[in-house]
């Protein structure tokens, strides 16, 4: 049966060795991967948590050693907001506790696109870590949601988080 072109996402937690292989699909598939290379290559340690079904806070962090006065980061939380994972309609600024010493930036959160952007203050270094409050887990154990980053260098990235 021919079900026509369908997306289908394949989450890998580690790669040995310079190939990776599908063993025994039961589907045609045409993979492209392009390691150390933008989105999902790692370049910002971009960390996202696990949430529990209860969980009312979750935590985002990432590099911003790349970033200048006048940059901005910005992270997209739409995906699980979208497909019923986690519900970030109820989280305003005042909702985002920045965690990590050295960094006076400004984050901001617009509830309606879910949308976290960071705007450093200086010439910032490390790993940022922002801690999101006022969050409803809405999605059910075991699911996956992915998350992207990107900034006003270029850089992109991403990571997945599950509901626990």
Do not use: W
């Not at 390691?35 to 290559?41: A, E, H, L, N, T």
């Not at 910005?74 to 909702?95: H, K, R």
Request: proline fraction near 2%; include cysteine; charged fraction near 20%.
């Amino acid at each position: 049966m021919n079900l026509g072109e369908q997306e289908v996402v394949v989450r890998i937690n580690s790669v040995s060795g310079p190939t990776i292989s599908i063993a025994n699909p039961t589907f045609s598939a045409t993979v492209d991967i392009q390691c150390g290379k933008g989105q999902f290559s790692g370049t910002t340690n971009l960390s996202v948590s696990d949430v529990g079904t209860e969980e009312t806070t979750q935590i985002v962090s990432f590099d911003v050693g790349a970033l200048k006065n006048n940059d901005e980061a910005v992270i997209d939380l739409s995906s699980p907001q979208q497909e019923g994972g986690v519900d970030y309609s109820a989280v305003t600024d005042e909702d985002l506790t920045i965690r990590s010493q050295g960094h006076s930036g400004d984050a901001t959160f617009d509830s309606e696109s879910s949308l976290l952007t960071y705007s450093p203050q200086g010439n910032e270094n490390g790993q940022l870590t922002v801690e999101i409050a006022t969050i409803e887990v809405v999605g059910e154990s075991g699911e996956s949601y992915a998350v992207t980053y990107s900034d006003s260098t270029g850089r992109e990235d991403g990571t997945f988080f599950e509901i626990t």
